[in-house]
């Protein structure tokens, strides 16, 4: 995974996510928040760049010290193929299954591969 912070890579970014609306919406507006400064210290993680097929957007992990507590530990996604939003919960640490979460999105399959990556790791999924 790659973490996005040139603000030219997020501007670019942005406006790929308007072209996903309505689907985007839950990532497109931290990457607006990161683009104009970032006062809540959130990262944008990318599979590739510039052709991505997923967009993770989460809580910096130095600032989230309270590993239970999933309200500052939300992550938001999207992804232009179902395939790499498997890969990502299966393969990277980009998703951190030791620590109480939520993830947000609007895509069909999403719920279901996170149930198939919570089951496949021994976790309980709500």
């Not at 990161?34 to 760049?49: F, H, Q, T």
Request: aromatic share 8%.
């Amino acid at each position: 995974m790659l973490i996005l912070t040139c603000p030219a890579q997020l501007q670019r970014l942005e406006e790929t996510l308007r072209r996903s609306l309505p689907a985007a919406l839950p990532v497109l507006g931290t990457v607006m928040t990161m683009a104009r400064g970032n006062p809540a210290s959130y990262e944008v993680l990318v599979d590739s760049w510039p052709n991505f097929g997923v967009v993770l957007t989460r809580l910096r992990p130095e600032e989230n010290k309270d590993h239970e507590d999933f309200y500052t530990n939300q992550l938001t996604v999207f992804y232009q193929d179902e395939g790499s939003w498997r890969a990502l919960l299966e393969g990277t640490e980009a998703v951190s299954w030791t620590r109480a979460f939520q993830i947000h999105g609007m895509q069909e399959g999403m719920y279901e591969a996170m149930r198939e990556a919570a089951d496949a790791k021994g976790v309980r999924l709500e």
